[in-house]
């Protein structure tokens, strides 16, 4: 376990590309909402400049367009591209901790990234002569949302797991 929270997270960046060993709780959480908490304090930071201090009472909704456009957007399209080597990596070494394959954490990720769009891709051509292409977005939106729901509620449930490292060890030395 690290020392601080603030170890482990950047323990998290120094071992991007390190899929074997364990990973605590402390070291996945603490990366994982530490890149949030940056996140939000970019994206907060620019809103509140942007928006509260050089806008004045007229043009605060454009200021909120650009801070939309050229702030929030390169956000959410470069931080997931960013984070998606590090979380991986650390998710494997996470399932390690807790005794599973890291397959467990890459597989889950695979349905989510892949599988399902070319699930949904796949039942387009079948059903659309039964639907409208409005009808099939909102069937397709549906089956996204209930498989992402249940894929996070599994990548969570499995993250928040205790390790399982020291109760092996510690149930070797109670033998000795």
């Not at 998290?12 to 959480?29: E, M, P, S």
């Not at 909402?33 to 809103?47: D, H, Q, S």
């Not at 977005?137 to 990548?155: D, P, V």
Request: include cysteine.
């Amino acid at each position: 376990m690290r020392d601080s929270l603030l170890g482990g997270y950047w323990a998290g960046w120094k071992n991007t590309f390190v899929y074997d060993g364990c990973a605590t709780r402390q070291d996945f959480w603490s990366f994982i909402l530490g890149n949030a908490l940056v996140v939000f304090l970019i994206a907060g930071g620019f809103y509140f400049l942007l928006v509260e201090v050089i806008a004045d009472k007229t043009s605060a909704g454009g200021m909120m367009l650009v801070w939309a456009y050229f702030v929030y957007l390169p956000l959410r399209m470069i931080v997931p591209l960013v984070l998606l080597l590090p979380i991986i990596a650390l998710g494997i070494r996470r399932m390690h901790d807790i005794g599973k394959s890291g397959w467990w954490f890459g597989g889950l990720l695979l349905i989510q990234l892949i599988g399902l769009p070319v699930f949904i891709s796949g039942i387009y051509y079948p059903l659309r002569s039964f639907f409208s292409d409005a009808d099939f977005q909102l069937i397709s939106n549906g089956i996204n949302l209930t498989f992402t729901t249940i894929i996070a509620i599994a990548l969570l449930w499995l993250c928040c797991q205790p390790t399982k490292i020291k109760d092996l060890t510690s149930s070797s030395e109670a033998v000795n």
